[in-house]
């Protein structure tokens, strides 16, 4: 599942660098969480029982073809976690003006750790299908604190 993530942040990088990137992750991922909202409590439930961090190097070429055919060049997306897209995209907004040049990288990645699993968290059973907008709400506020205490 990741390694999806990072392939859409891959494409996104494209076009959009920094903070388009982190906008285009979290909009699949709620694309994908309101589908199927179980998948995302699975997530948060592994995340959770794990006392190790994820080996994703365990992932096979040959299991990334089978899982995602559709994804040109899906074999050469780096193995890795959230971490893998979101830090280097918050180095590019700093550097593009996004985010102030003062941003503590690893006091965003809390925070975006935070809202990744926290939203679908809160709206899994209630109403999945607001995930996308709650995600962006909150990337919003973020976005404007980091500003602000800059």
Do not use: C
């Not at 999806?4 to 979290?26: C, Q, S």
């Amino acid at each position: 599942w990741s390694i999806e993530m990072n392939w859409y942040g891959a494409r996104a990088a494209e076009t959009k660098p920094g903070l388009g990137v982190i906008d285009a992750v979290f909009g699949r991922a709620a694309d994908k969480a309101s589908a199927q909202p179980g998948l995302m409590g699975e997530l948060i439930s592994q995340q959770a029982r794990s006392r190790d961090k994820p080996n994703h190097s365990e992932i096979t070429i040959a299991e990334r073809l089978i899982a995602y055919p559709e994804l040109e060049d899906i074999a050469t997306i780096p193995a890795g976690g959230l971490e893998t897209i979101l830090v280097p995209n918050i180095q590019q907004a700093v550097q593009l003006g996004e985010l102030p040049e003062n941003t503590l990288l690893p006091t965003v990645m809390v925070s975006l750790i935070s809202i990744f699993y926290g939203v679908p968290l809160v709206l899994r059973q209630s109403n999945p299908a607001s995930i996308g907008h709650m995600y962006r709400q909150q990337l919003s506020i973020l976005w404007a604190g980091i500003r602000a205490l800059a």
